[in-house]
């Protein structure tokens, strides 16, 4: 499994407190928002939260968020291209 996805999911299932999810149950395509795990709005902040303090990455556009935030798979490759943009 990726390490950045495995992270991810360790992150989420911490700071969601997702009591009782491991990151190999958490499938990664997952949409976040859907009825499987039912994240809010205030979920999607302590996401933005975490990347910030994690990753130094700051979401200001909400249309941003929602299109990062859609499974941890695209939260994964979001990363990846802000952090590539950060060094190019």
Request: net charge negative; charged share 30%; no cysteine.
């Amino acid at each position: 499994m990726d390490e950045l996805i495995y992270n991810l999911k360790k992150e989420i299932i911490s700071r969601l407190n997702l009591e009782g999810m491991t990151p190999e149950e958490f499938d990664e395509n997952t949409p976040l928002f859907g009825p499987d795990f039912g994240l809010d709005s205030i979920d999607s902040l302590e996401l933005i939260v975490m990347l910030e303090k994690n990753y130094g990455i700051k979401i200001e556009d909400p249309k941003v968020g929602r299109q990062a935030f859609q499974t941890v798979t695209t939260m994964a490759e979001f990363i990846r291209e802000q952090q590539a943009s950060k060094t190019a």
